[in-house]
């Protein structure tokens, strides 16, 4: 029996999930696996939308869920595309397309003028009308690349480019990724949060 579900239909965040709650001896299954399908995200913040889907997953399993809403803010395109960022090429969009779409957007921007942060808003609730949500929210600044590099992570990873690491979300390994990104550092706030609790 999981501890956990995980209010997400999106498999790279299950990876990432998995192995930052592994030393606590957490078990997570994503809501696939209970045959939970994706919340409606009509919030107008990530706070909003992750609420929508922790409350969402925990409803049809009755299981305590955490939801990951995030998503990246390009400085040069005021901060698109934001909460739309899964669906910025599209309702049916895959990460090739937004990709491709977020290089379009940038066409005219040179370097030096392509910084943008990733946001992940994390909310854990112990059951679906829990009164008193646990809500971190952190970012992880970068610059976004003029063509893909590297295999790893997933979304927009390929285009954001570290300065301190020298390359870019998708070429560092999954343990430098969780160490410090958005979700790393969210996830271990919210493991201290739960730890007072
Ligand atoms: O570490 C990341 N590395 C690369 N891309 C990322 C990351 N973190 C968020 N992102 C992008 C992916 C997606 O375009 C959007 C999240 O959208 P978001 O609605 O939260 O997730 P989703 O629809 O993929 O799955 P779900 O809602 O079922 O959790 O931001
Ligand atoms: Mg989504």
């Known amino acids: 029996m999981p501890s956990l579900v ?3 239909g999106n498999a790279g965040k299950l990876a990432e999930f998995s192995q930052l709650l592994l030393p606590l001896g957490l078990t997570i299954c994503s ?3 209970f045959g939970v399908s994706g919340a409606e995200e009509t919030g107008l913040t990530f706070v909003e939308n992750a609420l929508l889907k922790a409350r969402h997953a925990s409803r ?3 299981l305590p869920a955490i ?3 995030s998503g990246l803010a390009v400085d040069a395109l005021s901060g698109a595309p934001g909460i739309y960022s899964a669906r910025y090429a599209g309702p049916d969009s895959t990460d090739t397309d937004n990709n491709t779409r977020l290089l379009q957007a940038l066409e005219d921007v040179p370097s030096g003028h392509r910084q943008a ?3 992940c808003v994390l909310v854990y ?3 679906a009308d829990d009164p008193v949500p646990l809500i971190v929210q952190r970012d992880w600044q970068g610059e976004i690349l003029t063509s893909p590099r590297g295999a790893g992570g997933f979304g927009y990873d390929p285009l954001f480019y570290l300065p301190d690491h020298r390359c870019t979300a998708a070429e560092l390994s999954k343990e430098d990724k969780n160490h410090n990104s958005h979700r790393g550092r969210a996830v271990r706030d919210l493991i ?6």
């Open 6 to 8: 995980l209010a997400s």
């Open 31 to 33: 809501q696939s696996e």
């Open 60 to 62: 049809q399993t009755g």
């Open 67 to 69: 939801a990951d809403d």
């Open 117 to 119: 942060r990733y946001w």
């Open 125 to 127: 609730l112990t059951h």
């Open 192 to 197: 201290g949060l739960l730890s007072r609790t």
